[in-house]
């Protein structure tokens, strides 16, 4: 029952409807299945199997909106839960920024890679294989593993009395390791997320997280201070997120954003960071693809957010925007930051003095007001001399803004496919070397 | 239902969900069917038999059963609108099992015989197929079983039964409030929880459990149009394990000479919002901090969540040994430092507190998510490391026959795991008020309520924020500052702890949304403390110009 097709999903869903006798009325329909392993001191800890639906009706007398939901889909159950959800709209109180559900909307036939049917579909023994692969790696290099897997097959349809209706199906596999030398002196990761399960190189990836381990083992203290930094994708993804998790329109205009201007007026249109940077989304990317629709069901395109380094479009509401009288953009899903073809070798080897980053973590913001965020560096911290990785480093306390940060940008490589450790959002980011990063502090944590 | 969905029914916008740090969970579901009473216990039994007997059958030895009704009411105002009233009910089973000396799970929505055994078996099957790549046998912590028994958090007023308008007046009353006194924006939420759990096991327990929360809050913005500045003061209020009560403002639950209002056991909203609307303003115009060092004053509503991050964190057994490495990550309080016996965390007056039981807490439950009756022990005793908190499986690491009963999972569709206890720093002994504390001082920073907040994953370098930071010169408090976060190291910082305020003084903070485990979980826990000072700690000014 978990995952149904577009037409079992669209045949439940106007049963549904038909027992509406609101002004509007909209149907949401959601099912996943998924599994997962998780692992640590090179041994199984916790596992999972997990399968469930539920069917969300939100009925609206004029602004009143009721909203009710069920899990199980005979008709009496589904008149039922109609009923209550238009119960509740009656009592509800008005909502003066209530919005009319959207008509009928056009999407784009989903990229086909979105969903992969054996991905969805895993054996308990598969996922036990590919773990078992990871902690061969750790055993032979003596190290200690720490991990997880999941596999998710996922669909989620919407439709509504004005003939709006949408259906999108997702398949899911998420890997993330850590090693750990024996003695807690040396630390590695590596991470990915994909929608097809034969990408997951589970050895491969184990493997550079060995690397990592093993050769942060006799890290140095340097003083803190401002230096030149290599961001992997995996490192700089938890910052570039916050900025363009952040191009909310009407906080910018009502003052209270990173994006407001002294006197009033927003930096919509305005340059922001350097002119080498580009950030879009795009549903149909095929090596990130993405929802055609979001969550209200406006279709979601393709996206400039910053062209150039300047800021191109922000999101709205549907409310803000028709009260502004623009387009009512969605967030963004599936973000590419554009860069270069330098590969993160290249990128050191053209670095003096400078310091690669292979993760940050515990990111929380400081000061909306420039958009300041602190956090650590973690498994994996290296200081590199005339182009080559020298010695590891000590993990860094940073204050940074991501803004910041862009400005002081010194070269962008080949983006790739990364998962952010604090969101679990994918993106493609390029590695990037960014000057004058601020680490405040040292950390003795490995 | 996916974050996006859940933004939608809440109406907030991603910046306003991601101020609040609201996760999602369950469904929407009507507010009359909230106020339904739970699911009958004896077929709650019948189906938990089933699930049992299905495992054993399979070769399961050991099993246990958590049957939930979590139920979730969120309502939102922003300035003169009621944005969304959302209720959310999830309901399901997870069943865990040891096949083969190896955990396994699985979780269902569907309650029928059919669908019950097929998790069961699902859950065996995974066991029997993880036991492959497992080096050692789990070995679980003798646990009695209880017969049929229950427990409930002592509630006086129901918060799922008061009516919606009521809330949605008091919401409005203190967003005007806030709004007159000088705020521009402001969003505030009640949120409101009700866990009915069930859990049975194999060891011969059956127990229903009522457990219920509350938080009230709000983000007060102040907006300069001209220099195009902006500041936000969030609520004084803390997350309780109460009912409603908790926001019906009682004058001794009120400490009125500092300066601004704390609150103990109950919460006078709309006077902290008329604080707030007119604190933004003085917040931008305060002076900016000279980086430095500083004797810190921390009040309960700040010092909460250091405790969280320093104290509870690193005191969790399954981090000590490894088990979170890949997320949460591992701890400086390894288990060589304990068995010393002398491993010096704080100083004497460090005397902290692990407490399933504390009324009013959030953690507070009769029993674990693996059956076992909660308690309390010390973790710190005059500044020396003496305990970790620990469940079954983990107990006999540190030589204990019994679990000290922190299992808890967020769903019934999660695995049991390893949380935190309500963690506490206990009253001085000596008699002591915040004042007289600040008296001694001669240059220092007097911090309430909580706000940014980073710690490593060994949990030895944090920094952290407040919502108001007060200068205090020669024992004064001068005015007010800005651009202020304090930076240490925790083993050093404990040890800089020089004196704590009276029982008279203690109070609770807490969060409803600790993040750890893979898939992430939540959990809500409570820290109390009284007032504290800690001398010469690392002063940052956050101050940037973009």
Not at chain 1, 274 to 288: A, G, K, W
Not at chain 2, 114 to 130: C, F, G, L, P
Not at chain 2, 257 to 277: C, H, K, Q, V, W
Not at chain 2, 289 to 295: I, M, P
């Amino acid at each position: 029952m978990a995952i149904l097709s577009e037409e079992e999903a669209r045949s439940l869903m106007k049963k549904a409807l038909s027992y509406s006798k609101a002004d509007e009325c909209e149907i949401n329909l959601n099912g996943s299945d998924s599994a997962n392993i998780r692992y640590a001191r090179n041994s199984v800890s916790t596992s999972g199997a997990i399968a469930q639906t539920s069917l969300v009706v939100s009925s609206a007398f004029g602004k009143k909106l009721g909203v009710a939901t069920i899990n199980e889909y005979d008709d009496a159950s589904l008149e039922k839960v109609v009923r209550r959800s238009e119960e509740l709209a009656q009592l509800a109180p008005e909502n003066p920024e209530f919005m009319p559900f959207l008509g009928p909307q056009t999407y784009a036939a989903p990229n086909p890679k979105l969903f992969d049917q054996k991905t969805a579909d895993m054996s308990p023994k598969l996922r036990t294989d590919m773990v078992a692969q990871s902690l061969q790696v750790a055993k032979d290099s003596k190290l200690t593993a720490a991990g997880f897997l999941q596999n998710t097959g996922s669909f989620a349809a919407m439709m509504n009395s004005h003939g709006l209706f949408a259906y999108n199906k997702y398949s899911d596999i998420n890997f993330s390791v850590t090693l750990r030398s024996e003695d807690g002196k040396g630390s590695g990761y590596a991470s990915r997320d994909y929608e097809d399960y034969t990408k997951m190189d589970t050895l491969k990836l184990t493997k550079v997280s060995a690397q990592k381990a093993t050769g942060s083992i006799t890290a140095k203290a340097i003083e803190p201070g401002k230096y030149t930094v290599i961001l992997e994708p995996s490192a700089g993804i938890v910052l570039l997120e916050q900025l363009y998790g952040g191009l909310d329109a009407r906080s910018a205009d009502e003052g209270r954003s990173f994006l407001s201007k002294a006197g009033g007026g927003t930096k919509l249109g305005d340059k922001l960071v350097d002119e080498r940077v580009t950030i879009y989304s795009d549903p149909q990317n095929p090596d990130l693809p993405s929802s055609t629709w979001n969550g209200d069901g406006r279709p979601q395109e393709r996206i400039n957010w910053i062209e150039k380094g300047v800021v191109k479009n922000l999101y709205y509401s549907r409310y803000w925007a028709q009260k502004k009288g623009v387009k009512a953009i969605p967030g963004p899903d599936a973000i590419t930051m554009l860069g270069g073809d330098a590969s993160l070798e290249d990128l050191i080897k053209s670095t003096e003095r400078g310091i690669l980053v292979t993760r940050l973590w515990y990111i929380r913001p400081v000061d909306p007001q420039t958009l300041l965020y602190t956090g650590l560096t973690r498994d994996g911290t290296f200081y590199i001399e005339n182009g080559q990785i020298k010695f590891p480093v000590k993990n860094f306390r940073f204050n940074e803004s991501p803004i910041i940060m862009l400005n002081n940008l010194e070269a962008l490589g080949r983006p790739e496919r990364a998962v952010s450790g604090e969101s679990f959002q994918s993106a493609m980011i390029p590695p990037m070397k960014i000057r004058d990063f601020t680490f405040s502090s040292l950390s003795d944590a490995v | 239902m996916n974050r996006k969905n859940f933004l939608y029914l809440t109406g907030m916008g991603i910046s306003g969900a991601m101020l609040a740090g609201i996760p999602v969970i369950g469904s929407p579901i009507s507010a009359e069917a909230a106020m339904q009473g739970g699911i009958d216990v004896a077929l709650k039994k019948r189906m938990a038999d089933v699930a049992l007997n299905a495992a054993r059958s399979k070769g399961a030895t050991y099993t246990d059963v958590r049957i939930g009704r979590y139920l979730r009411q969120f309502v939102v105002t922003r300035e003169e609108k009621v944005q969304n009233v959302v209720n959310t009910e999830s309901y399901g089973m997870g069943i865990r099992v040891l096949a083969n000396g190896c955990w396994g799970f699985a979780a269902t929505d569907k309650m029928d015989n059919d669908s019950i055994a097929k998790a069961a078996a699902a859950a065996v099957a995974i066991a029997k197929e993880n036991a492959r790549i497992q080096s050692e046998p789990v070995q679980l912590a003798p646990q009695k079983g209880y017969g049929e028994v229950s427990w409930k958090t002592p509630i006086e007023k129901n918060a799922f039964e008061v009516p919606i308008k009521d809330k949605v007046d008091l919401l409005l009353k203190v967003n005007d409030t806030a709004m007159k006194a000088g705020a521009n924006y402001i969003t505030s939420i009640i949120f409101s929880v009700n866990e009915q759990k069930y859990f049975a096991s194999s060891d011969g327990s059956y127990i229903d459990q009522d457990v219920h929360r509350i938080w009230p809050t709000f983000f007060a913005t102040h907006v300069d149009a001209k220099s195009g500045k902006f500041e936000t003061r969030n609520a004084l209020s803390s997350p309780r394990g109460m009912g409603y009560e908790y926001l019906i403002p009682k004058a001794a639950d009120k400490i009125t000479n500092m300066p601004t209002p704390l609150y103990r056991n109950s919460y006078d909203m709309i006077e902290d919002a008329g604080f707030a609307g007119k604190q933004g303003a003085e917040k931008m115009a305060a002076k900016s901090v000279e980086a430095g060092k500083y004797d810190l004053i921390l009040d309960p509503s700040n010092l909460w969540l250091t405790i969280h991050e320093s104290v509870g964190h690193p005191t969790e057994l399954d981090r000590v040994l490894g088990y979170e490495a890949n997320f949460a990550g591992t701890s400086f309080l390894t288990l060589d430092k304990w068995k010393t016996g002398k491993f010096n965390f704080g100083s004497k007056n460090v005397n902290i507190v692990a407490d399933k039981l504390q009324p009013g807490s959030l953690g507070a439950v009769g029993y674990d998510d693996e059956g076992v009756k909660c308690g309390q022990w010390d973790i710190i005793k005059d500044g020396i490391l003496v305990n970790y908190q620990t469940i079954r499986d983990q107990a006999h690491i540190i030589g204990l026959n019994a679990s000290q009963g922190c299992c808890y999972a967020d769903a019934w569709s999660d695995v049991q795991f390893q949380r935190m206890p309500n963690i506490s720093l206990q009253p001085g002994k000596t008699p002591l008020t915040p004042a007289e504390l600040i008296k001694d001082v001669e240059k220092g920073i007097y911090v309430v309520g909580d706000s940014s907040f980073s710690i490593d994953q060994q949990r030895y370098n944090f920094q952290f924020s407040g919502q108001l930071y007060y200068e205090v010169k020669n024992g004064k408090i001068v005015g007010m500052l800005n651009d202020v976060a304090y930076q240490s190291n925790t083993q050093e910082f404990w040890n800089s702890c020089s004196a704590v305020c009276d029982k008279s003084d203690y109070r609770l903070g807490g969060s409803f949304f600790d993040g750890k485990g893979q898939p992430e979980q939540v959990s809500a826990v409570s820290h109390g403390s009284s007032t504290t000072r800690f001398n010469g700690v690392n002063i940052i000014n956050t101050a940037r110009k973009i």
